[in-house]
């Protein structure tokens, strides 16, 4: 027994390892973040979201694909129903059903479509380019310009002075106008009819769902907690011939996985990695077996680069921030899958909550007791489990799905410079340091009293 402890692997989590610094030659806005969420899916931004009821509806996959990700739509629903959200993610009209503006609006326009807005943000979109966003703010505008002054002048200007954004005002309003990028725009996922492209989650035993899907949705997400078993494995090899749709096999967490799944299947687009990692999941403390996700993602890679294949890794679960994000990048993964990160958003399922002065949405982990209860089939109530593998919560609220992937695009643009790299690729090249618990208090705020902006601000004008 003391041969299996001392030959044991290292099960690293995000916590764990910092990125180092690196020779950078390039801008945050310079840095291009194209990656590919399977095979023959391209994006513009390496982020997914988690097909979970209180993340993944039509709303927010229409605008992750609009930005340059893609959304995998949950099946906590009927067949019928799920066959609708795509449908209606597929038929999204950018302009009209996602709060978008086009460079060409002069600021008034800008502002009063703004106001008539919940979250007061929308989308700059540029010959199906996503550029940008623009949001009235409280901070008082420290440029005035005439309320003629369109989107795209103000854009120029931008793009002169080489910065990211501009705070200007027109009367009594304040308005920010951020880009993306002056070289590298974010383009929308679009499938070859040039509609927004969406995934699916099902079930590899639910036949009737998986043949309908396919017909409808961009790519197949295999949706169970642990696909490394014969019954997962022989029910997949059943259906594999009629998936036309990418499929994305999933949820995996070790070298072994990868292995026994490519030399049993012969459709494998992409890997979903990681077991045990989300933040509403218990499946590690309820069975003491768990994957976590950073962990999942070496085995994974290395095992691909053993059989000298390359199939893009979706990294799924405990990315609590784009820094977490980075570190999947660096050690293999292609794309990161959020549910935790966008559950607090205004387009997410589940009502907007007050409690205490606080605004929270609810969210829960699709093994939750709530959620097997609403359904009969899924991958993790199926009647040899007992056991409840994920828990209900609250989320604080986070506004506009808009603004929340805006600034992961421009953070991890930001993460990536600092780690050398000017797009994806380069990113796996940066190097890596395991921390200690000292040093993990030591590159967070310390020794200091913290206070939020608005209280700084408050105290600022005292003097």
Not at 163 to 186: A, H, Q
Not at 246 to 275: M, P, Q
Not at 279 to 294: D, H, Q
Request: hydrophobic share 40%; charged share 25%; proline share 3%.
């Amino acid at each position: 027994m003391w041969e299996k402890v001392k030959s044991a692997p290292v099960a690293i989590s995000f916590e764990d390892i910092i990125v180092l610094p690196g020779f950078s030659e390039v801008e945050p806005f310079d840095i291009d973040t194209t990656t590919r969420f399977s095979r023959n899916i391209k994006l513009s931004i390496p982020l997914v979201s988690a097909p979970m009821d209180f993340v993944s509806n039509d709303k927010v996959a229409s605008i992750l694909a609009a930005m340059g990700g893609i959304g995998v739509i949950h099946r906590n629903c009927s067949i019928d129903e799920q066959l609708k959200i795509v449908r209606r993610v597929k038929e999204c009209d950018v302009y009209k059903d996602i709060p978008s503006i086009k460079p060409d609006y002069t600021l008034r326009d800008t502002i009063s479509y703004l106001k008539k807005l919940e979250e007061k943000v929308a989308l700059i979109i540029d010959d199906n380019n996503t550029i940008g966003i623009v949001k009235l703010c409280t901070l008082s505008g420290s440029v005035r310009v005439s309320e003629l002054t369109t989107i795209s002048e103000v854009l120029d200007e931008v793009r002169k002075e080489q910065t990211v954004s501009k705070l200007i005002n027109i009367n009594e309003d304040n308005i920010l106008i951020e880009m993306y990028s002056n070289t590298v725009g974010l383009k929308p996922s679009l499938d070859s009819d040039e509609k927004l492209m969406v995934a699916a989650a099902c079930s590899p035993f639910d036949y009737s769902r998986l043949k309908v899907l396919n017909d409808a949705a961009d790519a197949i997400v295999i949706d169970v907690a642990h696909f490394h078993t014969k019954a997962c494995m022989e029910a997949v090899k059943r259906i594999e011939s009629e998936i036309t749709a990418d499929l994305i096999i999933g949820n995996i967490g070790t070298y072994n996985a990868v292995k026994d799944a490519l030399s049993k299947l012969e459709k494998v687009d992409g890997f979903r990695v990681g077991i045990g990692s989300g933040s509403i999941c218990k499946t590690g403390e309820e069975t003491g077996v768990s994957a976590p996700t950073l962990f999942a993602i070496i085995e994974a890679k290395n095992a691909l680069r053993e059989l000298s294949m390359d199939i893009p890794l979706v990294a799924d679960g405990g990315v609590t921030s784009v820094a977490s994000a980075l570190k999947a990048l660096v050690l293999g993964a292609d794309s990161i899958m959020c549910g935790r990160y966008l559950a607090g958003c205004l387009e997410c399922p589940g009502p907007l909550l007050e409690i205490e002065g606080r605004k929270y949405k609810l969210y829960r982990g699709m093994g939750s007791l709530t959620a097997r209860l609403e359904r009969l089939l899924d991958r993790y109530s199926r009647t040899t489990k007992l056991i409840s593998e994920g828990v209900e919560a609250l989320v604080p609220y986070q506004g506009s799905v808009i603004e929340v992937i805006h600034k992961f695009v421009g953070s991890l643009k930001v993460a990536m410079g600092y780690a050398g790299a000017k797009n994806i690729s380069e990113v796996r090249n940066a190097r890596i340091a395991l921390l200690t618990p000292n040093t993990r208090k030591e590159i967070a705020p310390h020794s200091v009293i913290k206070i939020d902006s608005e209280m700084f601000w408050e105290l600022l004008k005292k003097q």
